[in-house]
């Protein structure tokens, strides 16, 4: 037997719950997992509050990601021991996820842990963190380096935004951060911002075209706040894009990227190529540096993950929030 978090819908309303399972409760798979970490993200608060249409079917575990160990596999590509990671691939979403301490999934889902990495560490990076590598990689892919320019960085309270700013940092960029919690400032900073610009700075409908000021962004908000980035992009300049915490629209014209041959790259980390997903992962564990890991981190229990959902979703959760599961 083992514990689960564990969502049903009655009369089109999601309830979550602990319960008991066992291993032939799990969805079929070739590689059984033992799961030490998984993580709450944005999209999981939206599943399990039902504030979002994010579970395609029910019952559901939640969990977009998770790292463990292989307890059972009929897969060549990984033996009883092995230390793993997933993330995407609709863990979460349309197959059982992460909050669980057993997981049976796909070994083509699985990337191997990286050398000096643990699990707790892993889960700290999670999805939001390959994400944030994913995105620094476009960039760098479409010829933007230090030398070009400042890079801004939206949403820099959440995961996604406060490893970019670590990552951008090391790599030698000026990196600006956008936030809409003032109290952060100083974690943001710490992490290699150097400077932090109010959200509401960027919230209100702008010019098609404003200023030039950036070589290039990422960008984890979307609609109104993307469109204002855009309009202050160089020449040549390109935004990563990869959230839509503000919603699908995107209330822009063709200006930036006629006029000022600004590029768009979407970065999902749930359709990234598993080569890709691999070379971003032993790229996060030779670029952040040790002290990211208690920056943007807190641990939690399986119990308090329902409460802490509604939270996530109001914007009161700072950083990464992890849970322990074994």
């Known amino acids: 037997m083992f514990k689960a978090l564990v ?3 009655e009369d089109k309303k999601t309830l979550s719950s602990i319960r008991q399972l066992t291993i032939s409760d799990l969805p079929e798979g070739d590689v059984l997992v033992k799961v030490d970490y998984s993580s709450l993200n944005y999209k999981d608060g939206l599943a399990i509050t039902g504030k979002g249409k994010i579970i395609r079917e029910f019952p559901m575990v939640p969990g977009i990601d998770f790292a463990g160990t292989v307890e059972e596999s009929a897969s060549p590509l990984f033996t009883a021991g092995d230390k793993v990671i997933l993330t995407g691939w609709g863990v979460g979403e349309n197959h059982w996820g992460g ?3 057993m997981a049976r999934v796909k070994a083509s889902q699985l990337v191997h842990m990286p050398k000096y990495m643990d699990a707790r560490k892993a889960m700290i990076i999670g999805t939001a963190g390959l994400t944030a590598m994913l995105c620094v990689m476009a960039l760098e892919d479409y010829g933007i380096t230090p030398s070009h320019g400042p890079i801004l960085v939206s949403g820099a309270s959440g995961g996604v935004g406060s490893v970019s700013v670590s990552l951008l940092s090391r790599l030698g960029y000026e990196v600006v951060a956008i936030s ?6 100083d974690m943001l900073t710490s992490l290699g911002a150097s400077k932090v ?7 209100e409908p702008g010019r098609p075209l404003d200023r030039q000021l950036w070589a290039g962004a990422i960008d984890t908000v979307g609609s109104q706040l993307l469109a204002n980035i855009l309009s202050q992009i160089n020449y040549g300049g390109a935004v990563a894009a990869c959230g839509l915490a503000g919603g699908f629209d995107l209330p822009t014209t063709v ?10 790259l979407g970065v999902d980390s749930v359709m990234c190529p598993l080569e890709r997903r691999t070379l971003a992962w032993n790229r996060l564990v ?4 040790e002290d990211v890991y208690d920056q943007v981190g807190q641990e939690v229990s399986l119990e ?3 409460e802490l959902a509604e939270a996530i979703t109001n914007g009161q959760v700072t950083g990464r929030v992890l849970i322990k599961l074994s």
């Open 7 to 9: 969502l049903e819908q």
């Open 99 to 101: 909050m669980s301490e």
């Open 180 to 185: 809409g919690r003032e109290q952060n400032s």
């Open 197 to 203: 610009l109010p959200r509401e700075q960027f919230s």
């Open 255 to 264: 200006m930036p990227f006629i006029l000022r041959n600004v590029a768009l």
């Open 286 to 289: 030779n670029l952040l540096p």
């Open 304 to 306: 308090e993950v329902p």
